[in-house]
Every structure is written in C-alpha cells, then in structure tokens.
C-alpha cells in the first residue's frame, strides 16, 4: 500500500505534467511546421561504436550479429548518433519566480516550457537527451520526454536547498551539446567558468537567456522599493526613471559580455521575454544548434 507521502506526489504529479507536456507538444508542433522537413541535426551513417543496449532504444538498433557472439545485446552506433546526445539545464532559483504581470508566466515557468518543448523537438528527432547533472542517461523517444519533465518537476519542488542559478560542472562527453536557459544575470566571470568548462572539452553549447519585460523596460515611476528573491536585501530608488537610461546600459553590457563569451567557442546565445511567444525562441534555437552542428561537422 502507498504511503500517503507517494500518494500526494502522485496526484500532484498526475496533475502537473499532462498540462506541461501538453503546453510543450504545442509549442514543439508549430515550431516543426517552420522546420520545413529540415533533415536531422548533424546526420551520418558512418560506423562509430558498438555499445550495449539501453531501456529507451529501438530494437531495430541492435546489432544481431555482434549480439550473437556475447550474452548481451549490443547498439551499433554511427557517428551522427554518437554525438547526438543533448544535455538540457533550466535555472530553477528563487529569482525565476519572478513575473511583473499578473496571469503571465514566470521566468521559471517560461524556462521549464522552453526546456520540455526542445526535449520533445530533439526526441522526435531520434536525438537523444537528459536532464543536464541528475544523473540520467540520454536517451530517445517520448518516455525522454517523461522522464525530463518528471525530473525538473523533482528538482523544482525540492526543498532542502534551492537550486543554484547557475549549472552544474560536470564532466561530458566531446561532440555532446548542452542547452542553458536561465535569466543570466549572474556575474560574467561566474558565467565564463561554465562556457569554459564544457567548451574546453569539445562540448558545443547554447545560451538561452529569458527575461520579464520588466527587466527589460524598467517601466516603474517614482518611488520604487526593490527586493531580492535570493536574499539581497531590499533597495529604495526614489526616481526610477532617472536610472532607466544607466540601468539600460547595464542590461546590454550584461549581454554583450553574454555574446562575447560564447564567440570563441562557436556557442550560440538567444534572447527571449515572457511577453513574447516561446515559439519564436525555439525555432531559433533549433535551427542553430542544426548550423553549429554541420559547422563542427564541416
């Protein structure tokens, strides 16, 4: 018998993803119709590997012939597939909870939507994908999609510590592709630590930076008291629109130093407000980490 605990995470659970995975599959559809037929990101057929066979692959990837020499089952891998594998990360931190707009998305909400929606687009694909740093394996096909939604919800609704605003370090395989989506406001030389970590191992990568249109705009008049969603304390500024001009500069050195850090690496970085459709985003990625590819590939 299920504890009560289980039970509660079940149905919340059961009341959560279809509505996001539904959201995602929307998005994803309409972006494929501008796709146009695009053949796959990076496609070839030349022989890379034998590995053994993995829950989530199709059975007509085994490999019988290899197969029949051992007591397990082996994938014949191609080079395409070997360096098809996509390693997603959405920034669940206290300040995505931030929306300036009533009924409008949250940062987070927009970015978790982003993240499932390029999940499903990838695996549809035949691309295989994981939650960047949970400890899953890429893999295809919609139970991917399942199982990344399962693990951001996991993450979002642990407790014990809230999740860092920036990814997680780890070690990944050459030619693998990571895609972070945060708000990106964290300090530039923190930011360089992570395109530096993974761009120094063959890793490529795109930047998905999402933003209110608040902090885009600073649209308040007057006296404006601020607080931090991370402990930062609170700031009074008794004219906001004297600062809307310096606050403006800052946001655009904060992205040019975004661009500046990617370009050595041939990383891509897009731009995204919650006010706008996460489609147009999506496509734009989409469509870039299908040129990154055939560049590296080039």
């Known amino acids: ?10 149905l919340e659970l059961a009341g959560t993803l279809p509505a996001l995975m539904v959201a995602a599959d929307r998005v994803a559809a309409t972006v494929i119709q501008g796709v146009h037929g695009r053949r796959r990101v990076g496609q070839g057929d030349a022989f890379w590997q034998y590995r053994p066979y993995r829950d989530g692959d199709s059975a007509s ?6 197969s029949a020499r051992s007591r397990h089952l082996f994938v014949r891998e191609t080079e395409w597939e070997a360096a098809a594998s996509v390693w997603l990360w959405r920034d669940a931190s206290p300040s995505m909870q931030y929306a ?14 982003i993240t499932l929606a390029l999940a499903s687009l990838l695996s549809d694909a035949g691309e295989r994908v994981a939650v960047l740093g949970s400890g899953m394996r890429p893999i295809s096909g919609r139970i991917a999609v399942r199982r990344i939604a399962e693990t951001l919800y996991d993450e979002t609704r642990n407790t014990s510590r809230p999740p860092p605003s920036l990814p997680p370090l780890v070690p990944l395989p050459a030619h693998g592709t990571v ?23 063959g890793v490529r990568g795109h930047i ?42 800052r946001l655009a050195a ?26 147009t985003v999506l496509l734009s990625l ?13």
């Open 1 to 10: 018998m299920a504890s009560a605990s289980t039970l509660n995470r079940s």
């Open 61 to 66: 990837q085994i490999d019988w012939r290899q």
């Open 100 to 113: 300036s707009l009533r009924n409008s998305d949250t940062k987070a909400l927009r970015a978790e939507l």
């Open 179 to 201: 895609v972070l989506v945060s708000d990106w406001l964290d300090p530039l030389d923190k930011i360089e630590e992570v395109v530096r970590h993974y761009a120094s191992g």
């Open 208 to 249: 998905v930076q999402v933003l209110d249109p608040a902090e885009e705009d600073l649209p308040f008049d007057g006296h404006v008291k601020f607080e931090g969603l991370e402990a930062e304390g609170q700031h009074t500024i008794r004219r906001v629109e004297t600062v809307r001009t310096a606050y403006g500069a």
């Open 254 to 279: 904060q992205r040019e130093g975004l661009q500046r850090l990617a370009r050595p690496s041939n990383w891509t970085v897009h731009l995204h407000r919650t006010d706008k459709p996460a489609q």
């Open 286 to 298: 989409y469509m870039a980490m299908a040129d990154l590819r055939r560049l590296t590939a080039a």
